[in-house]
């Protein structure tokens, strides 16, 4: 990880929405996670879409970027899904900012995913208690893919994020295995799944097993306390759906506060993580069989768009 005094690589949007266009002509779909940034105004915004009375504001950003967005990028993963599920009036909101062929991959809200949930103030009387919804396949299908539906051309990846499990939560990889195949078993047909998990003992051969015999994508994940993603993809039997899902979060080693503390507001690549761009690069220059997602976030180096930029490079070297 290598800490950089500069900016990174000057942006010509021009030539990175032509070289987003051909990578997901391929399958592979490149974008960030979320986008109402606004330290990429000036990279990715124009600032004078946003000037009201000679100040930027910022409900019109809000509002409006993804838009702007759009215009570069063909996809984007959805943060906001983890925390509420959708509703079709938001569903709508976001179908209509985006072209044709755009495509929204959500992280699916933590009501499906958490275990128990963590005691903070945020969830009220159910802090510290166990989640009696936790893999449940009928809230998921009425609550989460109903209000999806209506603009299912412009869906990407529904992407299962598991925190990492405690003993007390969940005993063993084995037992996750189990449970997680009876709820695999039970989700509607017809949509792209991806699981990612934060226990890295449970990246073993029986998970990829279980995730392939229903076709569910494991999604790869540069985390602070999991194996990066190049050592994943070179795990046996890893690649297990025709396409794939990955997230490039944190570099290893690195915590998530930190990570906000010292890249806020993400202007710049602040600091270079070689191992997660090769990967990155490597991952870009695969040929699925079925559309795959690749993401990064802001907290990998300081500047999503510069990463991605700097992946795709690589394909020319």
């Given amino acids: 990880m290598d800490l950089l005094p500069g900016p990174g690589p000057t942006l010509d949007l021009r030539s990175l929405r032509e070289r987003l266009s051909a990578l997901a002509a391929k399958g592979v779909y490149v974008g960030t996670s979320s986008w109402k940034y606004p330290g990429w105004i000036g990279q990715l915004y124009d600032e004078q879409r946003y000037l009201y009375r000679g100040k930027i504001s910022e409900a019109r950003f809000q509002r409006t970027c993804l838009e702007e967005y759009a215009e570069v990028f063909p996809t ?94 969940i005993a063993s990889g084995g037992e996750f295995v189990e449970r997680l195949e009876g709820f695999l078993a039970e989700l509607p047909a017809g949509w792209s799944y991806g699981v990612e998990i934060r226990n890295r003992t449970f990246l073993h051969p029986d998970y990829f097993a279980a995730l392939a015999r229903h076709g569910v994508a494991h999604v790869f994940n540069n985390w602070t306390k999991m194996p990066p993603v190049s050592e994943q ?85």
Avoid: W
């Fill in 76 to 169: 984007v993963c959805v943060d906001a899904g983890y925390y509420q599920f959708p509703t079709p009036r938001y569903v709508e909101g976001l179908a209509k900012g985006v072209p044709a062929g755009f495509r929204f991959s959500f992280k699916v809200t933590e009501e499906i995913t958490a275990a128990s949930f963590i005691n903070l103030p945020r969830y009220g009387p159910r802090a510290g208690r166990v989640n009696d919804h936790f893999l449940d396949p009928a809230l998921f299908a009425g609550a989460f893919l109903k209000p999806l539906e209506a603009h299912r051309d412009k869906i990407g990846m529904l992407i299962f994020e598991f925190s990492r499990f405690r003993s007390d939560q």
């Fill in 233 to 317: 993809i070179a795990l046996p039997g890893a690649f297990t759906a025709d396409g794939f899902g990955a997230r490039f979060l944190l570099t290893p080693g690195r915590a998530y506060q930190e990570a906000v503390d010292a890249f806020q507001p993400y202007r710049d690549t602040r600091a270079a993580d070689p191992d997660a761009r090769a990967a990155g690069t490597a991952l870009m220059s695969r040929a699925p069989k079925g559309k795959s997602y690749l993401y990064v976030n802001n907290r990998l180096e300081g500047n999503a768009i510069k990463t991605i930029l700097a992946m795709i490079d690589g394909l020319g070297a």
